[in-house]
């Protein structure tokens, strides 16, 4: 059975950081592309950031290209999101999803003070 599971969501002040982390299970994050997606409230889903398994190319969105850093280990088949210098704006429910076509449920980021 296919598994995304989201963590590490959760409140911070503006300019803290969060990593959240996607524990895929099915199928390992190193043969297929992983995304981060985000939805804020009333807002469509957003691309964040994007990592390739085959040959390790990752992309970011243009709004947080210098503060986002995605990774994974392969060891754990897990996906992680390094979020620095949070902004309000990044406030979101966060996705994980692989390039199969498969959804973690999310966790909620919220940047407020």
């Known amino acids: 059975e296919v598994q995304l599971v989201e963590s590490g969501g959760g409140l911070v002040l503006p300019g803290g950081t969060l990593r959240l982390s996607c524990v895929v299970s099915?199928?390992?994050?190193?043969?297929?592309?992983m995304r981060w997606y985000r939805q804020p409230p009333g807002k469509e889903r957003e691309l964040v950031a994007a990592?390739?398994?085959?040959?390790?190319?990752?992309g970011y969105g243009d709004s947080v290209a210098d503060r986002f850093t995605v990774s994974r280990d392969d060891i754990t088949n897990t996906v992680y999101l390094q979020m620095s210098s949070l902004k309000p704006e990044d406030s979101a429910t966060y996705y994980c999803?692989?390039?199969?076509?498969?959804w973690g449920q999310g966790t909620q980021v919220t940047v407020s003070s």
């Open positions: 099915g199928f390992t994050v190193g043969s297929t592309i």
């Open positions: 999803n692989s390039q199969f076509g498969h």
């Open positions: 990592i390739s398994g085959p040959d390790g190319i990752i």
